[in-house]
């Protein structure tokens, strides 16, 4: 037997108001609904430390799922950065919603004890995070002021630079439109409050990946010349998790990638580059958002996905 129409009605207004609560809880949104990220800590582009050479001396934080982490992952592994920076990484705690250490890090168990202990106590604990081992605190957690960081950090011989002065005004200029659009954008389609909010948002989503698709299909291989650059380390980790995440979770599903040619073989390209595919964690992506995003998906079932590697690589048009 159906339940009552006024029962229906009045579980959907309950709900939506503990939603909306519950939203809250995820990041804050404006007056009009839309996602807004909430602000940082060590979010200056500090200094080149003089033992950046020393190996050991510096620790790069990070956590598979995070798309802001991939970013600077994929920095030190194309950069070949390990031999002077030490990777670790977080997993998630989505109960407390925190990252934590799988061991003692510093004698902390959690990054937000970390946090604290270089004097940002109660702010949120996010990575990446680049920890100094002679001073004892976080130097930067701001993703876009570490990868400049790290594409700063001697390199061994032939090791790329992803930020060239020459290219500069160009990838900034790349880059700051993908952080507002892409980057943050595909959040803002996820967590926005209402539909005007969602529909403002996935709209500037869709027509920045379209100008990338004409400034790829003009100008290519890459968004600034011949190689890559922080502009392609940019967009990279937010197009790796469309279709198994943000298309299905987030609503970011208007268009197939596969119908943006250049962006298409854009994101091929870039996963065969030398250590790429080693950073990335499909299942991982799909358990922290599925499984953690109770608001988004209150089933917490995880759901499964194409194996990545088939996906990017897979030709859509065959016998073309």
Do not use: K
């Not at 709900?15 to 839309?34: E, F, I, N, V």
């Not at 070949?80 to 997993?91: M, T």
């Not at 594409?151 to 880059?175: M, N, Y």
């Amino acid at each position: 037997m159906r339940p009552p129409a006024a029962l229906v009605q009045t579980a959907r207004c309950l709900w939506h108001r503990q939603w909306l609560t519950l939203m809250g809880g995820l990041g804050p949104a404006d007056a009009a609904g839309r996602y807004r990220r909430p602000a940082g800590a060590f979010t200056a582009l500090p200094p080149l430390p003089a033992d950046a050479t020393e190996p050991g001396a510096h620790v790069l934080i990070v956590g598979r799922s995070c798309p802001w982490a991939h970013r600077a992952w994929l920095v030190w592994t194309l950069r070949n950065l390990a031999a002077s920076i030490e990777l670790v990484v977080v997993e998630p705690d989505p109960r407390a919603g925190r990252w934590r250490f799988t061991e003692p890090f510093e004698g902390c168990g959690t990054l937000a004890q970390l946090y604290a202990r270089s004097g940002a106590g109660g702010v949120r604990a996010t990575v990446p995070a680049l920890w100094s081992r002679r001073e004892r605190r976080l130097l930067v957690s701001e993703s876009a002021r570490l990868i400049e960081l790290l594409d700063l950090w001697p390199a061994s011989a032939g090791a790329p630079r992803l930020h060239p002065e020459p290219l500069r005004a160009a990838i900034d200029a790349w880059r700051e439109r993908l952080q507002g659009a892409v980057n943050d954008g595909v959040y803002r389609c996820g967590f926005a409050r209402n539909q005007a909010a969602y529909d403002e948002a996935e709209a500037e989503l869709w027509e920045t990946l379209e100008a990338v698709e004409a400034e790829l299909s003009q100008r290519g291989p890459w968004l600034c010349g011949a190689e890559p650059s922080l502009a392609d380390v940019t967009l990279f980790p937010s197009l790796i998790r469309l279709e198994l995440v943000y298309a299905p979770l987030f609503g970011c599903s208007r268009r197939p990638l596969w119908q943006l040619p250049a962006l298409w073989t854009w994101r091929a390209r870039f996963f065969r580059l030398p250590g790429v595919a080693a950073c990335c964690f499909p299942e991982a992506w799909r358990a922290d958002y599925f499984g953690a995003l109770f608001p988004l998906h209150p089933s917490g079932i995880v759901p499964a996905g194409p194996d990545l590697a088939t996906l990017v690589n897979s030709d859509p048009h065959p016998g073309r």
